[in-house]
């Protein structure tokens, strides 16, 4: 082969085994320190398997060139063909660090560190790494001997001898046998100080936590004491000097370049403090004067060198205030606020490089984990480790944190470490910037092991971890559960049976005995289910003594626990999800309605959490029940099945809107109450609105289909009355409507006519099944001659019977029409038809106004219960729904032709384009609405706490006490809110005196 040829083949071979630079390769193994190996293809499978093999290489001819004579060199060699261990490490080494590569071409001798390879020296600890440095005897001797140690870490690493967390650790018993090795070499230097005085240097940060960096600050603390019979003032002065002088040695630069610089800005008052302190001074200023973050980094703390035993005692000394900082008001605010402001200090340039402090960095997963630990930490002394994977682990354990999080976490967490290691010990500069550069992202991603594309797979990787890291962070960091857990006296953050008696009545709960018996049934044993209840009761009882009925919220949680305990999501839903948990402690106890519409499907559970981007109690649109129901009456064999999903899914929803409803109204710890509670009305009242009117669509197609498939006869229509029509139903409402059709062309009239009363018998029918879902009842009275009419008419005998018969109440009532399901050209048409009816031209005449006077002054008289007190009847009562409905109603009757504003169903909507109008005025259009909107929220609140309909105020004191909750009145206040709404209908009954009855 030529000479041409020859090259032509090593420059290919080089491209294929990664070099980037094949012709400065060639030159490098055409040396002469590699004649007796450039033609091994050994080597450059060796190289090829490095990091950077062009920079392996490099490094390979300066160390052989560096050999002070031809016989170390020839040993080298040797040894490099022969030794496949010692050949990766080396060449490993020689790949990823170009500082370590510089430092071997200086000390050619220390290639010998790499040698030995017996499973003793895999994991070497302080003691090891203190004989390694045994020999430094001054500054610049402890930086060889440190880089001579550091030499083999770093070959473990890039061999996969260590893992990221063993590497890690080695990492920082090294920096432990240097600071010990330092505070030697000082103490030498001054002896009479080192007799004056005790020194415990105290390991913080990444050092104290066995997790440090290639390159990282080595954070300290100093504790000096005085030696037997020496002055004080003399014994912290001699300390202070060595200590200082410690530092020197570790952070100053020489011809050996700087070990790392020694932090000890942790201390008390930090740089502004004294850089030694006695133990009865630390233990002073962190009793007084200690913020949060202070104590988060004391869960590192760690002693390392000096005086072990007055070390021992530093930490024994401050545990139990580290562990009581959770119980500091604020806490868990205070330690996010110090989260976000590290956020909003990284440079713009640098945030979406920036591998530590970023959002979805190493940080993100250091903070939550240390707020867990803090906050859960005070009672379970298994989760008190300074090391950030072994704590998350023993979160995990514990169940605190849901397992495949932890271990997404961890994935995560050590990906982005072992990129800050690789990208350190390339030059070995701190730093926590991933590169810019095409040619160190590729040296980069191969020392992680990616070959194929290392840049894109690098970046792909590196982004899918941080999101992990993000999502992850901010459901455990910013979950509301941590802050009531936090808010715990400490006995109280596990429950034991003989303090749980007297919690549970100081709480207020009547019935301890039974509680205990709950709390037993749901916390003992030690499976993970009983570990994670045990963390969520302690807050869900106090939860529960915030509402009239603690023990009927926690027996109805045990009811939900023992239905859904053996589904995996449950209770990591209420530990990890947002406001879940608080959020079904407010419902569970708020009343019967949404609990007996929970044990019915507790699956609806899941409704309680964040959702989908927002609030997962948030009521569904029309549209989208539509589409859920229809879909499920399409799937169905018959009509009854139909209904029946029908029925599922307004159970479900009926469910949604409850807890939307009482959670809006009690307010949680991260959710106030509704400011506007006159819209919260009004979303309620639609939300049932929609949801029976797409549930009466769905009984509707289910009909048609199982009758006549896919078409009817006749066209049909479902118009909405009264409450339903102006999208003010509440919980037990029944659905007033009227049903109206129309004979398809060519179909007799007799025969659309008998389709339609079919479809209206069948589903009444249907929808009144027995069932132990809550009922629907469709009430037809409103129609052309009440229960004596037909059920259903068709549009020309509607057109007919009123344009003959139609009195004025029926023009009243058909204010409140509005299709709802069926037809929509029909439900159109049938509107066209009643509106002359219910906005006449030019108003009512004298006689009518008289009429719905005279109806009114009629139903107040009959129609009010026997017995009943006026001033708290909601819809019949002074100044109640129907004193201000009627009054809204007459308005829209006179005035409905000229004023658009006033063509609407809804009352408060009428109201306001009354008030628009100018035909009432703006005070008094706000006195009913207040009204109004009261005594709505009353009948919601009986319905809610009795699970049945009302229109008066429970008389039971505890279901009184609960309407009153859910009004926003306290313990003790059920006679002011007698008192208020008494004062609020009475100024309403004022108003309508004059406008409804012109007094």
Known sequence: MTTLGRRSSTFTRLL?????????????????????????????????????????????????????????????????????????????VLGASAALGDHLARHPRDWHALVMYEPRDLHPGVEEFERGLAEATDPVALRVAYRRCLLSIAARDVCGTTDLAQTAAELADLATATLRAALAIASA??????????????????????????????????????????????????????????????????????????????????????LVRTLASHLAYYQRWAKTWEFQALLKARPVAGDLALGAEYVDALEPLVWKVAERENFVTDVQK??????????????????????????????????????????????????????????????????????????????????????????????HLVPVEEADLRRLGRSMGLRTDPVAELNREWKRHATVVRRLHEKLFYRPLLDAVAQLAPGETRLSPQAARERLVALGYIDPAAA????????????????????????????????????????????????????????????????????????????????????????????????????????RERAHLDQEILAAVGRADDAVQAVTFARGVRRRELFRTAAFDIVGSYGTE???????????????????SDLTAATLAGTLRAVVRAGWGDTLPTRFAVIGMGRFGGHELGYGSDADVLFVHEPREGVPEREASE??????????????????????????????EGKSGPLVRSLNSYEAYYRRWSLVWESQALLRAEPVAGDEELGRRFIELIDPLRYPAEGLGDDAVREIRRLKARMESERLPRGADPTLHTKLGRGGLSDVEWTVQLMQLQHGWAEPGLRTTRTRAGLAAACAAELISVE?????DEAWVLATRVRNAVMLVRGRAGDTFPSDPRELAAVGRYLGYGPGHVGDMLDDYRRTTRRARGVVDVLFYGA
Request: aromatic fraction near 4%; charge should be negative; charged fraction near 25%.
């Open 16 to 92: 294929r085994h990664g070099f980037t630079d094949p012709s400065a390769a060639e030159r490098l193994l055409e040396s002469a320190e590699l004649a007796p190996i450039r033609n091994d293809p050994v080597l450059l499978e060796a190289l090829g398997a490095t990091a950077d093999p062009d920079l392996a290489l490099q490094g390979l001819v300066r160390l052989l060139e560096a050999q002070p004579e031809d016989t170390p060199r020839r040993e080298l060699l040797d040894t490099l063909i022969a030794a496949k261990p010692l050949r990766d490490r080396l060449l490993g």
């Open 189 to 274: 230097a001054a002896p009479d100080d080192a007799a004056l005085c005790r020194l415990a240097v105290i390991a913080m940060g990444k050092c104290g936590g066995h997790e440090l960096n290639y390159v990282s600050d080595v954070d300290v603390i100093f504790v000096g004491e005085a030696a037997e019979g020496a002055d004080e003032g003399k014994a912290v002065r001699a300390a202070t000097k060595l200590a200082a002088h410690m530092m020197r040695i570790c952070s100053e630069t020489t011809v050996e370049g700087s070990i790392w610089p020694v932090d000890a800005n942790l201390r008390p008052e930090g740089r502004n403090g004294p």
């Open 338 to 431: 110090m989260r976000r402001r590290v956020v909003e200090n990284i440079p713009v340039t640098e945030i979406d490089r920036e591998l530590k402090l970023a959002p979805g960095g190493l940080r993100d997963v250091e903070f939550a984990v240390q707020l867990l630990q803090l906050v859960h930490g005070r009672a379970d002394t298994s989760l008190r480790s300074g090391t950030t994977l072994v704590a998350l682990e023993a979160l995990a354990a514990g169940g605190y944190v849901g397992r495949e999080d932890a271990a997404r976490l961890d994935d995560a967490y050590r990906f982005l470490r072992t990129m800050e290691h690789r990208i350190q010990l390339y030059r070995l500069r701190r730093t």
């Open 516 to 619: 205990l018996r709950h709390i037993e049934a749901l916390a003992s044993g030690v499976t993970r289910k009983a570990a994670i209840q045990r963390t969520l009761l302690p807050v869900l009882l106090g939860w529960f003594a915030d509402s009239a009925d603690p023990d009927a919220g926690l027996l109805n949680f045990r009811k939900v626990s023992d239905a859904l305990g053996k589904t995996p999501w449950y209770l990591r839903l209420l530990r990890d999800e947002g406001a879940a948990a608080e959020n079904l402690a407010r419902v569970l106890s708020a009343g019967r309605l949404a609990p007996d519409l929970l044990m019915r499907a507790p699956e609806a559970v899941a409704l309680l959490g964040d959702g989908d981007g927002g609030s997962g109690l948030e009521p």
């Open 670 to 688: 991260t959710q106030p109450a509704e400011a506007d509670q006159g819209a919260l009305v009004d979303r309620v009242g639609g939300a049932v």
């Open 755 to 784: 389709a339609a009363n079919k479809v209206v018998s069948e589903m009444r029918r249907l929808l009144q099944v027995a069932s132990s879902d809550p009922p629907l009842l469709i009430d037809a009275d409103l129609r052309p």
């Open 924 to 928: 008094d259009a706000s006195i009913l």
